[in-house]
């Protein structure tokens, strides 16, 4: 009997355990939160934590980005979503005693640097605060903010940048730190771009919609770039695919000129864009296409002709690559085709219209890979090769019967042909956790040929270099290099040394001091492109001689906490025969390549970045002199009634500003910079060698954007604001010209004016 009790007391126990395991789990299954986690570009948010705040309930999203939190009281709730790159969010919750709770939230990239991977100059990838230079990073988050439709309006409002403008030809250039374009190396991916002047217009020949992020080292790279990075170098780093299976994305922008704007005949700035990613566990493989369009826009000139010209420009690129662990290689093919058209004013008495059309096609090819061998030693290995082309057309045409003539002037049919090789390889060696080396070989090879070239140069360039990290401390880095150079046309110094080190001098405060010594040889653009026409008459010069250097610079970094962010830095640069325009003594009307013997530059730029609460900022300021001993060797130099001054100094300011609306899901930004004075030489070479110079200056000016962005769909974000809010379009100038060879003469242009857009982006995963 005791045991028959027995076994009906144990089934009553399984019987209640049982309907109470019922009970518990469909109380558990209505105490149920779940939720997707997106990206601010719709990507989702994979390996997200998710922690229930006052309780030890938590989990991780999964590829998708989707979570499920369960066993909850009924009630309300604080969830905290958090991860790495990413500013953490909060979000107060009802669970409903009857069904599961389902949302989604959107994380928003924190304004933390520290974390931004870095790779321009490095061993391997690694963080703004472990590298010993001083590296400013424009990431994906800052270049959708922007909705800018060049790489120009993303670099525009960045301390140290100045862009000018010749609106004959279409073109724009750039100064870093008071140094020309000539000296500021434009990579793609780690690999030079070229260009057929001396202007840099290949930056605003990138696909903007490309870009993963911009890198930017300010001071000499010569030990690791060689040629043309005596001012830094700007590196543009191109999407690479994530952890996403497949990937589609699209772009439209529509923005006006001014108040020029109509969709059916393209006046106004009209962006289309579309991509694709695929990828497997190893091989990958990317597409896209951009089609930019500018209606251009007419300003002060009359009749058929345009202040800025129209340009259409059709980008394309595609890639494929192969990744395991220790391996990653990839091809990549970018490709550029433009049209710039230049109408010419009708003569009244002959009907007849000069026309020009400058068609360009760019074709960069690159091969990349990587190979870990092991703990210790890795290997990397670039080639590239470009062929750019750049033809010239010139027609009569009569107006009255619309037929078009060629033009048979001089310089008015010219196809200009350049091409660049260039091939670099690399071994990085850990022999201890303190020390680390790195060899290496730099190849270059750069020809051109074309009407106005005189004959069908060449000149190659080889190159050793080494460099060594060494630790001695975990509170001290410093790295050293030299570069042996042989260049077929000059004769390069032996050695070029550079000295760079970091010192942590607190948890907060970070020292960065220094040096490198800089050689350029002039390139074949400088020493024999010839360029005659309507407005342009330049004369290369084969006499050239090669440029050196000493720079010295450092930066103080202070970082109480991840919010807040001060870096002061200063700069010095010493040149010798710096190559830049003069008068040709032979002919007054023409313009030529000359060496100044001395020139410097020096600074001090201050940049503070700091978030609170929903506001994300950086302010900056910089104040840069240059100096050129020309203007204190010659007796005819003039400005306004007295002396020319030893530096001439103009100050910049900047602010970036955003603020989140949680409640609207919008952010809105505020870019602005102010420009003063910018000093420059008109310099003239006399009939006995001697060269003087009058300074001039252009005018300062405001400049300022402000722009809105809001997610209206899990995959779909709308961009729309003013750019240009103070509407510049001219500055004046005290000089006759704008200072440079690539002047249309008087006022010096900046932009079209005030603009308005519209954009819609589309961005689509599945993992």
């Given at each position: 009997?005791?045991?028959?009790?027995?076994?009906?007391?144990?089934?009553?126990?399984?019987?209640?355990?049982?309907?109470?395991?019922?009970?518990?789990?469909?109380?558990?299954?209505?105490?149920?939160?779940?939720?997707?986690?997106?990206?601010?570009?719709?990507?989702?948010?994979?390996?997200?934590?998710?922690?229930?705040?006052?309780?030890?309930?938590?989990?991780?999203?999964?590829?998708?980005?989707?979570?499920?939190?369960?066993?909850?009281?009924?009630?309300?709730?604080e969830?905290?979503?958090?991860?790495?790159?990413?500013?953490?969010?909060?979000?107060?919750?009802?669970v409903?005693?009857?069904?599961?709770?389902?949302?989604?939230?959107?994380?928003?990239?924190?304004?933390?640097?520290?974390?931004?991977?870095?790779?321009?100059?490095?061993?391997?990838?690694?963080?703004?605060?472990?590298?010993?230079?001083?590296?400013r990073?424009?990431?994906?988050?800052?270049?959708?903010?922007?909705?800018?439709?060049?790489?120009?309006?993303?670099?525009?409002?960045e301390?140290?940048?100045?862009?000018?403008?010749?609106?004959?030809?279409?073109?724009?250039?750039?100064?870093?730190?008071?140094?020309?374009?000539?000296?500021?190396?434009?990579?793609l991916?780690?690999?030079?771009?070229?260009?057929?002047?001396?202007?840099?217009?290949s930056?605003?020949?990138?696909?903007?919609?490309?870009?993963?992020r911009?890198?930017?080292?300010?001071?000499?790279?010569?030990?690791?770039y060689?040629?043309?990075?005596?001012?830094?170098?700007?590196?543009?780093?191109?999407?690479?695919?994530?952890?996403?299976?497949?990937?589609?994305?699209?772009?439209?922008?529509?923005?006006?000129?001014?108040?020029?704007?109509?969709?059916?005949?393209?006046?106004?700035?009209?962006?289309?864009?579309?991509?694709?990613?695929?990828?497997?566990?190893?091989?990958?493989?990317?597409?896209?296409?951009?089609?930019?369009?500018?209606?251009?826009?007419?300003?002060?000139?009359?009749?058929?002709?345009?202040?800025?010209?129209?340009k259409?420009?059709?980008?394309?690129?595609?890639k494929?690559?192969?990744?395991?662990?220790?391996?990653?290689?990839?091809?990549?093919?970018?490709?550029?085709?433009?049209?710039?058209?230049s109408?010419?004013?009708?003569?009244?008495?002959?009907?007849?219209?000069?026309?020009?059309?400058?068609?360009?096609?760019?074709?960069?090819?690159?091969?990349?890979?990587?190979?870990?061998?092991?703990?210790?030693?890795?290997?990397?290995?670039?080639?590239?090769?470009?062929?750019?082309?750049?033809?010239?057309?010139?027609?009569?045409?009569?107006?009255?019967?619309?037929?078009?003539?060629?033009?048979?002037?001089?310089?008015?049919?010219?196809?200009?042909?350049?091409?660049s090789?260039?091939?670099?390889?690399?071994?990085?060696?850990?022999?201890?956790?303190?020390?680390?080396?790195?060899p290496?070989?730099?190849?270059?090879?750069?020809?051109?040929?074309?009407?106005?070239?005189?004959?069908?140069?060449?000149?190659?360039?080889?190159?050793?270099?080494?460099?060594?990290?060494?630790?001695?401390?975990?509170?001290?880095s410093?790295?050293?290099?030299?570069?042996?150079?042989?260049?077929?046309?000059?004769?390069?110094?032996?050695?070029?040394?550079?000295?760079?080190?970091?010192?942590?001098?607190?948890?907060?405060?970070?020292?960065?001091?220094?040096?490198?010594?800089?050689?350029?040889?002039?390139?074949?653009?400088?020493?024999?492109?010839?360029?005659?026409?309507?407005?342009?008459?330049?004369?290369?010069?084969?006499?050239?001689?090669?440029?050196?250097?000493?720079?010295?610079?450092?930066?103080?970094?202070?970082?109480?906490?991840?919010?807040?962010?001060?870096?002061?830095?200063?700069?010095?640069?010493?040149?010798?025969?710096?190559?830049?325009?003069?008068?040709?003594?032979?002919?007054?009307h023409?313009?030529?390549?000359?060496?100044?013997?001395?020139?410097?530059?020096?600074?001090?730029?201050?940049?503070?970045?700091?978030?609170?609460?929903?506001?994300?900022?950086?302010?900056?300021?910089?104040?840069?002199?240059?100096?050129?001993?020309?203007?204190?060797?010659?007796?005819?130099?003039?400005?306004?009634?007295?002396k020319?001054?030893?530096?001439?100094?103009?100050?910049?300011v900047?602010?970036?500003?955003?603020?989140?609306?949680?409640?609207?899901?919008?952010?809105?930004?505020?870019?602005?910079?102010y420009?003063?004075?910018?000093?420059?030489?008109?310099?003239?070479?006399?009939?006995?060698?001697?060269?003087?110079?009058?300074?001039?200056?252009?005018?300062?000016?405001?400049?300022?954007?402000?722009?809105?962005?809001?997610?209206?769909?899990?995959?779909?974000?709308?961009?729309?604001?003013?750019?240009?809010?103070?509407?510049?379009?001219?500055?004046?100038?005290?000089?006759?010209?704008?200072?440079?060879?690539?002047?249309?003469?008087?006022?010096?242009?900046?932009?079209?004016?005030?603009?308005?857009?519209?954009?819609?982006?589309?961005?689509?995963?599945?993992?």
């Amino acid at each position: 009997m005791k045991q028959v009790c027995t076994n009906r007391f144990f089934q009553l126990y399984l019987l209640v355990l049982l309907n109470s395991s019922v009970v518990w789990a469909q109380q558990s299954t209505s105490h149920t939160i779940k939720g997707t986690v997106l990206l601010s570009d719709g990507r989702p948010g994979a390996l997200a934590t998710i922690q229930v705040i006052g309780t030890q309930k938590g989990t991780i999203t999964d590829a998708q980005g989707h979570f499920t939190v369960s066993e909850l009281s009924p009630g309300k709730h604080e969830i905290q979503i958090s991860m790495m790159g990413y500013t953490t969010l909060r979000q107060d919750v009802t669970v409903s005693e009857n069904q599961p709770l389902q949302f989604t939230v959107r994380l928003q990239p924190t304004t933390n640097q520290l974390n931004e991977v870095i790779v321009t100059g490095q061993y391997e990838p690694q963080s703004l605060k472990k590298s010993v230079y001083n590296v400013r990073v424009i990431d994906r988050e800052r270049i959708r903010l922007r909705a800018a439709m060049n790489v120009m309006g993303i670099l525009n409002n960045e301390l140290g940048f100045r862009f000018s403008n010749d609106l004959t030809l279409g073109t724009t250039d750039v100064q870093l730190m008071g140094m020309s374009g000539r000296n500021v190396k434009i990579l793609l991916d780690g690999l030079p771009m070229v260009d057929r002047g001396d202007t840099r217009e290949s930056l605003n020949q990138i696909d903007i919609n490309s870009i993963e992020r911009i890198e930017i080292v300010e001071g000499p790279m010569s030990v690791s770039y060689g040629s043309d990075a005596l001012a830094g170098v700007v590196n543009i780093i191109t999407k690479k695919p994530g952890s996403e299976r497949l990937s589609v994305n699209a772009r439209i922008q529509e923005e006006t000129a001014n108040k020029d704007y109509n969709l059916l005949t393209n006046q106004g700035l009209h962006i289309q864009n579309a991509g694709i990613t695929w990828q497997t566990k190893r091989w990958n493989l990317s597409a896209g296409v951009t089609n930019n369009t500018f209606g251009g826009w007419q300003g002060q000139s009359e009749g058929r002709a345009k202040d800025w010209l129209p340009k259409d420009q059709l980008f394309g690129h595609g890639k494929i690559g192969y990744r395991t662990e220790a391996l990653n290689i990839y091809y990549r093919l970018d490709a550029l085709k433009e049209d710039l058209l230049s109408q010419g004013v009708e003569n009244l008495n002959t009907h007849l219209a000069r026309d020009q059309k400058y068609i360009t096609n760019r074709y960069v090819h690159q091969l990349q890979g990587d190979w870990k061998l092991n703990d210790q030693l890795q290997l990397n290995g670039q080639a590239s090769l470009t062929d750019y082309q750049r033809r010239t057309q010139t027609t009569i045409l009569d107006v009255t019967t619309n037929r078009r003539t060629l033009s048979l002037g001089q310089g008015e049919q010219d196809i200009a042909t350049f091409t660049s090789q260039t091939y670099r390889a690399t071994a990085t060696y850990k022999v201890s956790s303190a020390v680390s080396l790195q060899p290496g070989i730099d190849i270059n090879r750069d020809a051109a040929s074309g009407d106005r070239i005189s004959g069908s140069p060449s000149i190659s360039d080889y190159a050793f270099f080494v460099s060594s990290t060494l630790s001695p401390t975990t509170h001290i880095s410093i790295r050293p290099g030299l570069r042996f150079i042989k260049n077929s046309v000059y004769e390069a110094p032996p050695v070029i040394p550079s000295l760079n080190t970091k010192f942590a001098l607190t948890p907060t405060l970070d020292l960065r001091l220094a040096y490198a010594r800089g050689f350029r040889a002039p390139a074949l653009r400088e020493l024999y492109f010839n360029f005659f026409d309507a407005s342009h008459s330049i004369r290369g010069n084969p006499n050239l001689k090669a440029e050196r250097s000493n720079s010295f610079n450092g930066s103080l970094v202070w970082q109480a906490t991840h919010k807040v962010k001060s870096t002061l830095g200063f700069f010095y640069n010493d040149f010798n025969n710096l190559i830049t325009y003069g008068v040709d003594p032979s002919d007054p009307h023409i313009t030529t390549t000359i060496n100044i013997d001395r020139f410097k530059t020096t600074g001090v730029t201050q940049e503070n970045a700091f978030s609170w609460k929903a506001l994300q900022a950086t302010v900056g300021f910089s104040y840069i002199g240059r100096y050129n001993n020309l203007l204190t060797e010659t007796d005819t130099t003039t400005y306004a009634e007295g002396k020319l001054p030893t530096f001439i100094w103009s100050p910049e300011v900047n602010a970036n500003l955003t603020y989140t609306l949680k409640k609207l899901d919008t952010k809105v930004s505020f870019f602005y910079k102010y420009t003063g004075k910018r000093p420059s030489y008109l310099a003239t070479v006399t009939a006995d060698g001697r060269v003087s110079a009058v300074l001039t200056e252009i005018a300062a000016f405001h400049w300022a954007d402000l722009t809105l962005t809001k997610p209206i769909a899990n995959y779909l974000t709308l961009t729309t604001g003013v750019k240009n809010l103070f509407n510049i379009t001219r500055l004046a100038n005290t000089s006759t010209d704008t200072g440079g060879a690539h002047s249309s003469g008087g006022p010096s242009p900046v932009s079209y004016g005030r603009s308005y857009f519209l954009g819609l982006a589309f961005q689509w995963y599945k993992n």
